[in-house]
Nanobody, 118 residues
Framework: VQLQASGGGLVQAGGSLRLSCEAS????????VGWYRQTPGKQRELVAS???????NYVDSVRGRFTVSRDSAKNAAYLQMSSLKPEDTAVYYC?????????????WGKGTLVTVSS
């Protein structure tokens, strides 16, 4: 399974960006797709996730501003980010966990950089 995240860039505070994560390869029974972010010197943190049944979860700092969604037909997930703040600046990664023959397995994509200027 390969994951390709895209959509990052430079945006002013208050602006919006939409990140995309496209999955390819042996896509199976997906448990959850997550969006994480990481800044230098800090641990990668979960920003938002969407489970197989459609339930979503957000870290408190982005709730109400970010929306995670997916398009199963396209094997894609999205993170719509609005009202961006400078503290949202980070490399964003998508993550997919799926059930496989030998058990659940997690895949990571390469990150996409989001820079929010003040």
């Amino acid at each position: 399974v390969q994951l390709q995240a895209s959509g990052g860039g430079l945006v002013q505070a208050g602006g919006s960006l939409r990140l995309s994560c496209e999955a390819s390869g042996n896509i199976g029974n997906i448990n959850v797709v997550g969006w994480y972010r990481q800044t230098p010197g800090k641990q990668r943190e979960l920003v938002a996730s969407i489970a197989h049944g459609g339930s979503t979860n957000y870290v408190d700092s982005v709730r109400g501003r970010f929306t995670v969604s997916r398009d199963s037909a396209k094997n894609a997930a999205y993170l719509q980010m609005s009202s961006l703040k400078p503290e949202d600046t980070a490399v964003y990664y998508c993550n997919l966990n799926q059930r496989e023959f030998l058990g659940a397995r997690t895949y990571w994509g390469k990150g996409t950089l989001v820079t929010v200027s003040s």
